[in-house]
């Protein structure tokens, strides 16, 4: 499985729309798409992840480094996630402490910076 991407901006968010498999293959696409969006003034950014079927460590790392950047400028990095299977994977290891991660694309993009 390949990993799609798509991006688009909606109430003053950056959507990437991401689906497939994020894993050591895919993950530097994703991470370069991050990247592209904070070098290019970017700074609130949620990443819909409802597609995604398979999540490893390499693609938890380019989330986390997305998080880190968009930090650097004061901005956010939410998620979108309704999949049980992806969601286990973030309590496991601690990182619903770490991002905001929402079940709708909607209260994502409405969600205000400190919430």
Do not use: W
């Not at 990437?16 to 293959?25: F, L, M, P, S």
């Not at 299977?85 to 991002?99: C, E, N, P, S, W």
């Amino acid at each position: 499985m390949d990993l799609s991407l798509s991006t688009r901006t909606e109430s003053g968010r950056s959507v990437v729309a991401v689906g497939g498999e994020i894993d050591v293959y895919t993950a530097p696409r994703l991470r370069d798409q991050l990247v592209e969006l904070v070098d290019s003034g970017h700074y609130h950014i949620v990443v819909d992840m409802r597609a995604v079927e398979f999540l490893d460590s390499t693609g938890l790392g380019v989330l986390v480094g997305g998080l880190k950047r968009v930090g650097q400028h004061d901005g956010s990095l939410r998620l979108v996630c309704n999949q049980e299977r992806i969601l286990k994977i973030f309590r496991i290891t601690g990182l619903t402490k770490v991002f905001p991660i929402h079940e709708r694309l909607e209260e994502a993009v409405a969600a205000t910076d400190g919430s």
